[in-house]
Each structure stands twice: as C-alpha cells, then as structure tokens.
C-alpha cells in the first residue's frame, strides 16, 4: 500500500510581488427589492442597466441651501425588482462556480441595510432557490459523474488536503458505517427538510463547461457564523453539558445574571499564509440533496431575532464555504494519482453579512443593542479596511490595513492581500424611511468599486496523456460484454448432455487389464492420461472460478444498481408526496383567489359605471374644448389679418420716410457743396496772395478781385472734372509744395504702433512717419522717448472694403512716473473700386446719374478726418 499523499490549498504568491501582476477591480452589483406596501414613499430610481438615482424624501430635512441635490451612482450591473433569481445567478454567481471548478477561489457577500433582502437573495425561498443552492446545483451537475468515493479526500485539520488509498478509504467508510446506524446522507430513508423541496426547477439546472474528465473531485462544506465579534461552528454536534451556562434566546450566556463571554473558534494562518478556522467541521458531500441538508442543519442553529424593521432580522454573519479537492487520475485512467503535489484545493466563501441598522429605530435594548452595535462594528471595520487598501493603491502608500480589528475582515485577509475573485452585491430597499443608510451604503460601494484584487493564475496541467478515464471505460465494457459471452455457456453446465459433452473431451482411458506380471507400459501410460486428464480439469477449475467471481462481481453490481434505484425510487416517492402537499396548499391557494376573484369583479362593475361617469364628462368636456377651439382658431385668424393689414401701414409708411430721408440728404449734401466751394475759393485767394507776396520781393500787389460764384449746372460740370488728375497752374510761378500726407509727419518723435494682425495694402498713399519707433506692442519705454504715438487700426468698411485708421495722440509723463497717451486726431486711409457699383441707392433726385457717375471714375483717394469736425480736401 503507498503512503497516503497530502494535497495542499492553492498557494498564493509571497509579499514581494512582481509589478506586472494583472489586477481587476472588486465587481459591485446592486440588487432594488420592492417596496412593502404600496403607500410607501420611493426614494430610489433605476436609470439605466448600471445607474441608480437617490432622491431626497418630502418629510426630510434639507442642507445648507435649502434643498436636496439628487445623487447618481454607477455600479457594474443594476438588478430591478422584476429580476429573477435565475438572472442574477447568471450574472453574478454562476462564473464564480466555474472558477471553482478550474482551481480559482472566490468571494461572494451580500451587503446592506437591514431589512434590504440579503439573506433572500444568499438562500432563497421554495421555488425561488437562491445563489447558495444554485451554486451547488450547478457544481454538483458538472462533477456529478467524476466524483470520487468517501473518504479518499481527507482534511488535515490544517487547511489542508490527504489523499488516501482505496484500501485506507475503503476502512475509513466501514468504521463510518459501523459507528452509525442510521446514515446521514439525504440517499438513506431520511426526507428532505421541505424547506429546500423544489427550490430549483429541472429547466433552471445549469452545468459548466470544459470540466476535466481525467480528474477525480470531492465537495466538503462549512458553516460557521460571526456572533458579537466570536466565531461559531453551526455543523458541531456538541453534547448537552450541564455545567456550561445557558443561553438566552438572542445567543447569549447567562450564570448568575451575569454576562459570560462565549468560547469561540480561533483564526490561525496555514504555511501558505492564509486564514482558516482552527477545528471547524468539514463535511464531505456528494449531491445538492446532501448539500442542502448540512446546510440547513447549521441553518437552523443561526441566530436571528425579531426587531422593529425586520421580522427575521440576522443577528450574525454566516460563512458558507465550499471546499473543492481535485486530483488526477493514473496513466492507466483507474485509480487516483497518489501524488501530494498534484492535488488541488480551491474554494468558494458565500457570506450573508447581517444589516447595518440604526438603534433609534430598532428600538432594541439589552441583548439586541448588544448585537447593533457589534455589527455595526463590525462593517466599520470592513469600510476602513476599504478605504485603507484604495487609498494604498491609488495613492501608492503603505498603510497598515486593519484586517485584525474584526473577525470577518481577518477571515478573508487572503483575498484583498493575495488572489481570487471578489464580488459584492448591494442589497437596497427602496424605502424612503432608509434614505439615509442607503445613502451610507451607496457611498460604501462607490468606494469598493476601486479596489482591485490580484486576478487568479491558471494551476499547472497534469502531464499525463487525456483521455485517460474514457480509455478506461471503454476496456471496462468491452471485457463484460466478452465475459458476458463465455459466461453465458457456464450457466448450463447441470445440463446432462454438456456434462457428457464435457466429459467426452477429456482424453481416453487406455486398456488397463495386465495380463503380464512384467507389463511395464500399461501403468506409465495410463499415469500419463490420467495426469493429463487432472490438468485439464484443473484449467477447467481455475476457469470456473474465475468465471464465478466475475458472476458474483456482477451480481454485487446489480445488488448495488437495485439498491440505487430503490433508494431513488424513495427518492421519487419522497417528492411526490411533496408535490401533493403542493399540489392541495396551491388547491387552497386557488380558492382563495376564486374568492379574490369574485370580490375583484364585484370592485371591476363599480370601476365600471364609474368610468362611464368619467366618459360621460370627458366627452362634455371634449365638445367645450372643441367649441373654445373653434372660438380661439377664428380669433387667430382675425389677429392675422389686422398683422397683414398693419404690415401693409408700416411698409407704406417706411416707404414715405424713406423718399424723404432721402430728399433732405440731397439737400443737405448740396449746402455742403457750397460750403466747400466758398472755402475753396478763400484758399484760392489766400494762396494768390501769399504767391504774390514771395515773387514781387516784399512788393504790395492788389487785391484780387472777389470771382463771381459759379451757377449750380457749372459746379456739377466741375465735379466730374474733379476725378481727373490735377495740372499744374500755367500762370503761378513755381514754388516749393509742401506735400504731406499726414498729420504725424512733422519733426517730433513718434511711436509707430503697428500690430502684427494688420495686412499689407498696396495703396500709393501710405504715412510716412520719419525719426518713428516701430513697435508691435506699445511699452514704457519707447513711450520715454517719444512725444507723439500713433496707431494704425484696420477695420471693415460699410462697402466692404479695408478701411485704415491712423490713431494720433500725445505722449506725457503722468506723476507716478509713467507715462500716458491723450488722442488728439484720426486719420482715415481708404480704397474704393472704380467700376464697383454704388451701394448706397438714391430716389427722387436729379442729380443720381451724376452721381452715380461721379463715384464710378473716382480714382483711390485718401481721405484725412480729424477731430475739429471737417474734410480736408486735394486742390484740383
């Protein structure tokens, strides 16, 4: 026999991790159960498949400013109250179980207010199963066939794995056997607990994929719960001892009135540093059925109360594991590989959390404060843990975390710290009575959501050849169906002819009369027969026998096959009976909701006549509005055509201003014209007499005479005239002319701002400004050196042409030191195109075409307008 191996829980890696170590964040659900009653206030809104909105209830008091800002949270999957369990299952549980399968762990907890519907959506109901059922459902259809016997899996009572062989297992179920007489498994006579009769439905079984056929697997569960911060094994059967103190409803010891502190189970750390529960009971289980069973075994021993919010409120924190050990099979597919190393352990954590509540509205005193305020703890301690490890990552610190403050955050050290799954789902009561703690716990998972958690590695892959257990069973057929064949024959041998038959196949006798005395060949050769004939019937022998314990192996199988199928078909009664309990409480059911029915149609005929009322108005109403339509539709269309009527004034009105705008325009433009000429003909005058006076020397010249004004018809002949280039006067003798394009061309100093936005036009009559600094940003100091500042701005014309404006000013020092700009003056440089129409249109006058004219052989001319209010115009 070989020495039993011993298989080890998946290691995780050591502190010092490698960088590149993949990471994925704590997944976060969020699960809306429905309100109690329908009067109740609702103060959570689904807004999409993954965002939630909390509003402020009417009765609550408002913040600072005077209201409540509605407040949206995302999370990764949002359940409303129309999800099934079968849904969330899909989404949230069912990828954990296959992890498990393939040698990954997991977490799965619940987390809420009390009263949110956590232990519903962890167990379940009858008919509605939960995610602990299914997920043990589900685990047992995918390894149901590849299951090994009792027993060759054993814990060592070190978070640990021994295998054992056929022989140590095959002892270790008789001494089981032989220690009870009635077996615990739901397969003996025992019935289920109705409580789990048909919570999951034959089309709702699921199964996993890709499970590996050449390993053998084993299924061990716990159940321990975290009362007031202790730890407590709900699978121990501990016998009644009469010394111990008892305990009060609430799970409290009392002796003497006094309070005593219960014994609890210890956390220790294997030597792969993860947490386990010292002295825990590990069953071994092989159905859902048996599965059940244990659990609500433990079930039964938690502790829950009745408080003011919750009729069946936890008062702990229950642990469900499920401990899965896998090890392949041999090379020849028949028994399991007794290699230590090759054994794997992988489980799965289902923790129902107990709900946070406040005790202003529990109302609880003596022991159920007690317990308030150590669950409550408790989850403080799981949000700071939270908080400490987000902030590390995030911020890249080295804060110790506070695992040691609860026994719940200690527990599950391993998988924040070293590798697995985590997934929470967010229990939630729409209840606008719990705005405030739902508002806590939504703050609690917005904040979980950026934790990230090391992502499970792949085991290693056995090297054995696969296929190795269907290689086995196939030989195993092959070999009945031929014993089957030479069996068959065997049966008769009591038949008299196959006696003889068999008989006659045997060699011959030879003569064995001596007539001799020195006869000495009639003995050898009869020896010689009769030695052959014992070989033969000893090979006859050995082939009966062989055959005979093939036959009783088969008929042990058959014995076993029958035993199955009556305990499967008490299995079948069993839920039958179940069925017909069902079947008479759902006939109850359904006379009570005949009598529902009636009483609801009774309600339906009074809805009825009711609603015809209401028709009845509503086509009253209906005909009104109609008439006041009408009435508004006829009253619109008269205020339409007094609009019409008033566009038609206003046009013909605007018409008339505009003939006369335009009227006196042309009269004041005329008067303007004179204007100008009379100072032209000063100017005239005034530049004969200066020429006079230079060219006689100082001699006196008369004065000229006044020249007669021009008639108007001569004025307008002149102005067209006007666009021609100007000749030199033939009678004024020469002079120097005192060109200057510019009022910033005289002998100061000048700052020349030119900003660099401004564009190059290619006019003849551009300023220029000599001794000027050219700057494209005025400063302090070319301002210092300067007396005049100019500045060149361009804008858009009304003709849509580039319009320059020289800016002038003078520059003096102000008394801080500094100095400051006053403008003075503005020139204006413009281009026009002589064969671009005129834009501006001019009616009722006769003087348009000349106009017209005028402005279409204008050359581009530079017009200068300062600020004394006049144009300052070239001699023709």
Request: charged fraction near 30%; hydrophobic fraction near 30%.
């Amino acid at each position: 026999m070989q020495r039993p191996g011993k298989g080890k829980t998946p290691r995780r890696l050591g502190p010092k991790k490698a960088s590149n170590i993949e990471k994925d964040p704590v997944g976060v659900y969020c699960r809306i159960r429905p309100l109690g009653a329908g009067d109740e206030e609702c103060c959570i809104e689904m807004i999409s498949s993954s965002t939630i909105q909390l509003h402020a209830p009417d009765g609550l008091k408002a913040n600072r400013n005077g209201e409540y800002k509605e407040t949206q949270y995302s999370f990764k999957k949002v359940f409303g109250i129309n999800t099934t369990q079968m849904e969330l299952f899909e989404d949230v549980a069912k990828p954990l179980v296959d992890d498990l399968i393939h040698c990954k762990n997991g977490l799965l907890f619940t987390y809420g207010v009390t009263g949110s519907g956590k232990t519903f959506t962890m167990t379940g109901s009858p008919g509605e199963g939960g995610l602990l059922p299914r997920s043990l459902d589900m685990l047992f259809n995918s390894i149901g066939p590849f299951q090994a016997k009792r027993f060759v899996f054993k814990p060592d009572d070190k978070n640990g794995m021994e295998i054992q062989g056929q022989v140590d297992a095959l002892l270790e179920r008789q001494k089981r056997d032989s220690q009870q007489s009635v077996p615990k498994t739901p397969s003996s006579r025992q019935k289920p607990d109705p409580e789990f009769a048909d919570m999951i439905s034959s089309e709702e079984a699921c199964k996993s994929e890709n499970v590996d056929e050449d390993c053998c697997y084993s299924v061990f569960v716990s159940y321990i719960e975290i009362y007031n911060n202790y730890i407590y094994d709900l699978l121990e059967d501990a016998p009644f001892d009469p010394i111990r103190p008892k305990w009060l409803g609430g799970g409290t010891p009392v002796r003497n009135n006094e309070f005593i502190p219960p014994q609890s189970k210890i956390l220790r750390e294997d030597q792969n540093h993860n947490m386990y529960v010292a002295g825990c009971t590990e069953v071994e289980v092989k159905s859902t059925e048996e599965a059940f069973e244990v659990f609500w075994k433990g079930q039964k021993k938690r502790r829950i109360a009745n408080t003011q919010l919750n009729r069946e409120s936890s008062r702990s924190h229950s642990v469900f594991t499920v401990k899965l050990a896998q090890a392949p099979l041999d090379a020849d597919g028949d028994h399991i590989l007794q290699d230590k190393n090759q054994v794997n352990v992988s489980q799965l954590c289902l923790v129902d959390l107990a709900g946070s509540e406040r005790t202003s509205r529990t109302r609880a005193e003596g022991s159920r404060l007690r317990e308030a305020g150590n669950i409550n703890q408790s989850l403080m301690t799981l949000r700071t843990c939270m908080e400490v490890l987000r902030e590390n990552q995030m911020c890249g610190t080295n804060k110790m975390v506070p695992y040691r403050d609860s026994k719940v955050t200690h527990l599950f050290k391993n998988y924040f710290d070293g590798e697995g799954k985590v997934r929470m789902i967010v229990c939630v009561n729409p209840n606008a009575d719990d705005y405030e703690e739902t508002m806590l716990v939504m703050r609690f998972a917005e904040m979980t959501q950026e934790v990230e958690v090391a992502r499970p590695v792949d085991r290693p892959i056995c090297g054995l050849a696969a296929g190795r257990r269907h290689r086995n069973q196939a030989f195993r057929d092959e070999f009945s169906r031929h014993l089957e064949e030479r069996g068959g024959p065997s049966n008769a041998v009591d038949d008299p002819a196959l006696l003889n038959q068999l008989i006659e196949s045997l060699p011959a006798l030879p003569p064995c009369e001596l007539v001799d005395p020195d006869d000495d060949r009639t003995l050898p050769r009869l020896i010689e027969v009769l030695e052959t004939r014992h070989r033969i019937r000893q090979m006859m022998t050995d082939q009966f026998n062989k055959t005979a314990s093939t036959l009783k192996c088969m008929l042990e199988q058959f014995d076993s096959q029958i035993n199955a199928k009556e305990t499967y078909l008490h299995d079948q009664q069993s839920k039958l009976s179940q069925k017909d309990k069902v079947i008479i409480n759902q006939r109850t059911e359904m006379e009570r909701l005949e009598k529902k029915s009636k009483t609801l149609e009774y309600k339906i005929d009074i809805l009825q006549k009711t609603t015809d009322m209401y028709e009845h108005d509503k086509r009253s109403l209906k005909q009104e509005l109609e008439t006041r339509e009408q009435r508004l539709q006829r009253e619109l269309s008269e205020r339409r055509r007094m609009e019409h009527r008033m566009q038609g004034m206003v046009t013909d009105t605007k018409l008339k201003w505009e003939k006369e705008c335009e009227r006196r325009v042309n009269a004041k433009q005329l008067e303007m014209q004179n204007k100008l000429w009379v100072k032209d003909e000063k100017l005239k005058q005034l530049k004969a007499i200066v020429t006079e006076s230079s060219s006689s020397g100082g001699c006196l010249t008369g004065r000229p005479e006044k020249p007669e004004r021009p008639s108007r018809e001569r004025d307008r002949n002149n102005a067209q005239k006007r666009s021609a280039s100007p000749s030199p006067l033939p009678t004024a003798p020469p002079v120097r002319p005192m060109h200057r394009r510019s009022h910033s061309a005289g002998g100061e100093k000048w700052v020349d701002h030119k900003p660099p936005s401004n564009l190059d036009l290619d006019t003849v009559m551009q300023p220029i400004i000599p001794n000027a600094i050219k700057v494209s940003t005025p400063n302090e100091k070319a301002l210092s050196k300067c007396h005049k500042y100019v500045l060149r701005h361009q804008e858009l014309a009304s003709d849509g042409e580039i319009e320059t404006k020289l800016i002038k000013g003078n520059v003096f020092k102000t008394r801080g030191g500094g100095q400051a700009v006053q403008f003075t003056d503005i020139e204006t440089l413009k281009q026009e195109c002589p064969i671009a129409p005129s834009r501006k249109r001019r009616s009722g006058s006769g003087e348009g075409p000349l106009q017209v004219e005028d402005i279409e052989n204008r050359a581009p001319v530079a017009n200068t307008s300062s600020s004394h209010g006049y144009q300052k115009r070239r001699k023709p």
